[in-house]
């Protein structure tokens, strides 16, 4: 009996470590992704509109970290664990969602998903946009 009481136990830690680590599957190549769009203050006022419409509700007033209260933590978009990934991070995760995020793929255009990674970037003055190369590309 003990011993079955000391396997649960352990195999509890186990599962709640597991699922406390940032376990987001991102693929080399998406990390690195960059937006073929402007960042600029229209741009990122497209993301504003869309964000209230459709993140606000768990990730709250940006800078105000009033996001829902939920496990994992929505977190706050203006905080450091938003600004600390890469543009291909963001866009990724918005894309395809993980547990209670859910995935916007289906709901939005990669420009729109764009928009929203520039709203995300506003809010941190350090911020300069990284312009991938475009040599090459046929229009
Ligand atoms: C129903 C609640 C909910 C909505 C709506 C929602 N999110 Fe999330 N979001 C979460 C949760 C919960 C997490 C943490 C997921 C995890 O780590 O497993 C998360 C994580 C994220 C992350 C990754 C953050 C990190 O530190 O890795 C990004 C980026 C993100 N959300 C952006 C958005 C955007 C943009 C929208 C709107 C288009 C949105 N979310 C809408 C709940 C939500």
């Not at 419409?53 to 203006?78: E, Y």
Request: hydrophobic share 35%.
């Amino acid at each position: 009996m003990t011993r079955i009481v000391l396997i649960s136990a352990l195999s509890l830690v186990f599962v709640s470590f597991v699922y406390s680590q940032d376990d987001w599957d991102i693929p080399e190549k998406d990390k690195e992704n960059l937006s073929i769009y402007m960042f600029d203050e229209d741009f990122a006022l497209e993301g504003e509109g869309v964000y209230e419409n459709s993140c606000m509700s768990c990730h709250g007033n940006p800078g105000k970290a009033d996001f829902s209260i939920m496990v994992p933590s929505p977190g706050d978009i203006a905080g450091q664990d938003f600004q600390n990934q890469t543009d291909g991070e963001l866009f990724y995760k918005i894309k395809t969602g993980k547990g209670s995020m859910p995935a916007f793929e289906d709901a939005f255009s990669q420009e729109e998903i764009w928009n929203l990674v520039a709203y995300i970037r506003s809010f941190n003055p350090k911020y300069e946009q990284e312009i991938p190369n475009l040599e090459g590309l046929k229009v």
